[in-house]
């Protein structure tokens, strides 16, 4: 879910464009330092920020990615956040990154980190993940293990990196404050609203939970969160797991790297690995066997590296983040489905109604998560 607040990206909703003609997408590959001819390329994904492709030669495999300038303002900051995070990696001990892959930058045959085309996209070229996949949902708390020591490596490494010298690729994102007042200015708007039921019950749903909007930036603004270098969008679509589907090996999508709150990715990566009936099913069910597995995981391997106080708001945050994506599907389907893709109209409400029964399911479940994150993180 790597959007910022509209107000954060002016100018149409950024919608996945026409895929270049093959021909274009191999002249742009050949463009950059490949270490075996060029073989083939073909689209891979269905991914509707960056259009991606798979670049086969007859060495190793790539990944070549066109960078969607709508969506993020200053898209030459992520490959410099990533050659510089990659620099770091490499400045670390084999012990301190072991577990922990970052697909890396592939230089252009000029040594700059990106090509730019004759139409002013910037891509760029990823090293290819061999003997890798994804998952659609977790099975077992083994996995979810995977999943919690692997953002903490990744949480871990970055310690050693100054937020100061990393830019933010998507300036206002995870303000959630930021995305209700845009949710305001819709319904107090002088535009026709479709109003309904499943509507005003959302509302509802959200006005109620006012103070929690608020809550984490609050607490950064008053010093007690630090900011940190963050993924920004840890879901599972964005770890690769081993062949087996057993070991997590890699974090992918490195377009949201930038200074912020460990609260969001962990809020996130919980609510994405734990509804079971994930995004696009009818409800929501959050699993907290799987959630107290990936919490212990995360704490035992990033052992000493949050405060207190962060420990404190890790709850919060996980209520959170499914409110946050609850109201920007909201405010989405009231201005007729302009940022978020939809095929059929009601989606994003469906979307929506499904974050905020996730919220629901979490505060239902409250004591019995507190008392893990408390196991998690020693304090009980």
Known sequence: MGHPPRSATPGPRARAAAPPPEPEAAAIAKGFALAAPLLAIEPLGSGLINR???VTTAGPAYVLQRLNGQVFPQPATILANLDRLTRHLAGQSGEDTAGLRLPALIP???????????AGDLWRMLEHVPASRTLPHLETPAQAGAVGAILAR??????GLDPAQVAMTLPGFHVTPAYRRRLDEVLGGPGPIERSAEVDAAQRFIDARADL?????????????????????????????D??????????????????????DIGDCLRSCCNRRGEAGSGAAFDLALCQALLSAYAEEAAGLLAEAEVALLYDALRLIPLELGLRFLTDHLEGDRYFRVRTRGENLRKAQIQLALVADIERQAGAICRGIAKAFGGG
Do not use: M, W
């Open 243 to 264: 062949a087996a589907g057993e070991r997590a090996i890699a974090l992918i999508d490195l377009d949201t790297v930038q200074p912020g709150l460990v609260h969001h």
């Open 154 to 159: 990744f949480h871990r490494v970055c310690a």
């Open 52 to 54: 991606t492709y798979l």
């Open 213 to 241: 909007i608020e809550v984490l930036e609050s607490a950064r603004a008053a010093g007690r969160l630090p900011l940190r270098v963050v993924h920004g969008d840890p879901k599972l679509d964005n770890i690769l797991f």
């Open 108 to 118: 252009t045959r000029r040594g700059e980190l990106g090509l730019r085309d004759a």
